[in-house]
């Protein structure tokens, strides 16, 4: 059968993609190719995924209302979906919440009606974020902590699609899993995120701010780790045993890494010292998050296997090539 994969042109949903495809599945993505960072690189992604057998794509706009419904209709066969798509980076939504708002929030309505009425729907996986903890001072963050204290709209709006994925789940008793995602990295990732932000400042001789005076820690995720989480968790849908068959679990590397030895590896692999300038902590932002992923191992196998000393060379390799570096 078929998966509907939303955010296909995304950092994690091109890497989906090709995973589902490389087991045979066929893949029906979903992306507006929006101009939050250089469409050409999701541009990129999509070229190494319209080749490879199985792959069909719709650039759609969730936010649109039935824009997503109408492309569903050329697809009898999807049975799961992984919505990926959203409004992302915590900063960002300072500058422009409307967008946050209606990605994240009116896009993920779209997402639920289409599940809604899709025949034999197996299982919908979303996205949410580790952002939903918030305020929360406790180490590392349990999906059973409290999420009341958003610092950012960004998390706010993924705290609503987990409200509402609930609520779908218990009146129409869809299987829904929501995933808090923990700083990914990797090949092909996010130029507002910290691994690119950092090796285009070292490759460039520019400095670094490095907020709340460096003293940051995050659990820093290998992008084929997330992978095999989404896949992992796909394959194993919530049972409906008279509550709402609905779940949420933590996919993040359970390490708890300071910003500056993220740095210094960076710095390793790139063969170069970056320029630093410490900065004070930003409106929205955390200083510490960390995942406690003890109901993920137990409920679908899920075991990271990727340091930031192996993924981020990896990296730096990838980011070298498509650079021309």
């Given at each position: 059968m078929?998966?509907?994969l939303t955010g296909a042109a995304g950092f994690i949903g091109y890497?989906?993609?090709?995973a589902l495809l490389r087991r045979g599945e066929e893949v029906v993505g979903i992306d507006n190719l929006n101009s939050y960072y250089d469409p050409s690189l999701k541009e990129a992604r999509l070229v190494g995924l319209r080749d490879l057998k199985g792959f069909r794509f719709?650039?759609?706009?969730?936010?649109?209302?039935?824009?997503?419904?109408?492309?569903?209709?050329?697809?009898p066969g999807i049975d799961r979906i992984i919505h990926l798509a959203a409004q992302a980076g915590v900063r960002h939504s300072l500058i422009d919440p409307h967008a946050y708002v209606a990605a994240n929030i009116a896009g993920h309505l779209e997402v639920l009606e289409a599940g809604r009425h899709?025949?034999?729907?197996?299982?919908l996986v979303f996205a949410s974020s580790s952002s939903v903890y918030g305020g929360n001072t406790k180490l590392p963050f349990a999906v059973e902590d409290p999420v009341d204290t958003p610092q950012s709209l960004y998390a706010a709006t993924k705290k609503a699609d987990e409200l509402m994925s609930y609520s779908y789940s218990h009146l129409f008793r869809l299987p829904i899993t929501g995933l808090r995602f923990f700083t990914v990295y990797g090949p092909w990732g996010r130029p507002d995120m910290a691994a690119w932000i950092f090796i285009k400042a070292i490759f460039e001789g520019k400095p670094i701010?490095?907020?709340n005076n460096g003293e940051?820690?995050?659990?820093?995720?290998?992008?084929?780790?997330?992978v095999a989480g989404v896949l992992g968790c796909l394959d194993r849908p919530p049972e409906d045993k008279g509550e709402p068959p609905y779940r949420i679990y933590n996919?993040?590397?359970?390490?708890?890494?300071e910003l500056k030895h993220f740095l210094a590896v960076l710095e390793k692999a790139a063969g170069k010292k970056a320029v630093v300038q410490l900065a004070p902590m930003q409106p929205g932002d955390v200083a510490a998050t960390y995942a406690d992923i003890t109901a993920t191992s137990r409920d679908f196998g899920f075991e990271p296997k990727t340091s930031i000393e192996e993924g981020l060379p990896k990296f730096v390799e990838w980011y070298?090539?498509?650079h021309g570096v």
């Open positions: 078929t998966v509907l890497h989906t993609a090709r719709h650039k759609v706009d969730l936010a649109e209302r039935g824009g997503l419904a109408a492309a569903v209709k050329d697809h899709l025949k034999g729907l197996k299982h701010q490095l907020f940051m820690r995050r659990d820093f995720t290998f992008i084929d780790d997330v996919i993040g590397n359970n390490r708890c890494e070298r090539g498509y």
